[in-house]
């Protein structure tokens, strides 16, 4: 998946740091991905609008105007119909989903420069400094049940 910058964008949303990159998704995102891009197509035929590789990934797709850039006020509208529905704690924001994605990254492992690039840190010290907690906390959780993790490691010899 590429991500490329942009200058076209009515809310004037940009990609950070403004520097293309390439970024790698799991089978089970691009088959969500390939299912969207169907939908979208569909929906665009059913209207008699062309679709180009590009335009925009999230756009109107069932109020006008169809295909437009979905706006930053559709976004804030749902997050703000999830919250009175329950969903999620009541200060979340869409921007949570890079913070999450993030942590999930170090947590399992991903080193911090690979994190840093797909987030499109200009440095790693950036993501360290915002991120560091989490592998931190991660050493502090393995240190403290090292007894789990080593109890594997015991050997039992046969008495002759």
Same mark, same amino acid.
């Given at each position: 998946m590429? $991500?490329?910058p942009r200058d076209d964008n009515p809310d004037g949303a940009r990609v950070k740091m403004r520097r293309p990159r390439r970024i790698y998704a799991s089978s089970d995102l691009e088959r969500r991905y390939a299912d969207h891009l169907t939908d979208l197509a569909l929906? /665009? /035929? !059913? #209207? !008699? *609008?062309p679709i180009d590789p590009s335009d925009y990934l999230f756009v109107n797709l069932y109020r006008p105007p169809f295909l437009s850039p979905t706006r930053e006020g559709t976004v804030r509208d749902k997050v703000a119909a999830l919250k009175r529905q329950g969903i999620g704690s009541a200060g979340w924001t869409p &921007? %949570?989903?890079? &913070?999450t994605h993030a942590? /999930? *990254? #170090?947590l399992g492992g991903t080193p =911090? %420069?690979? $994190?840093s690039r797909r987030l499109g840190h200009s440095s790693v010290q950036i993501t360290q400094d915002l991120y560091g907690w989490v592998?931190? =906390?991660a050493e502090r959780r393995a240190a403290a049940n090292r007894q789990h993790y080593t109890e594997g490691w015991k050997v039992v010899t046969d008495a002759l």
């Amino acid at each position: 998946m590429s $991500v490329v910058p942009r200058d076209d964008n009515p809310d004037g949303a940009r990609v950070k740091m403004r520097r293309p990159r390439r970024i790698y998704a799991s089978s089970d995102l691009e088959r969500r991905y390939a299912d969207h891009l169907t939908d979208l197509a569909l929906r /665009a /035929a !059913g #209207l !008699g *609008l062309p679709i180009d590789p590009s335009d925009y990934l999230f756009v109107n797709l069932y109020r006008p105007p169809f295909l437009s850039p979905t706006r930053e006020g559709t976004v804030r509208d749902k997050v703000a119909a999830l919250k009175r529905q329950g969903i999620g704690s009541a200060g979340w924001t869409p &921007h %949570w989903f890079r &913070h999450t994605h993030a942590t /999930a *990254l #170090l947590l399992g492992g991903t080193p =911090d %420069w690979v $994190v840093s690039r797909r987030l499109g840190h200009s440095s790693v010290q950036i993501t360290q400094d915002l991120y560091g907690w989490v592998t931190e =906390d991660a050493e502090r959780r393995a240190a403290a049940n090292r007894q789990h993790y080593t109890e594997g490691w015991k050997v039992v010899t046969d008495a002759l």
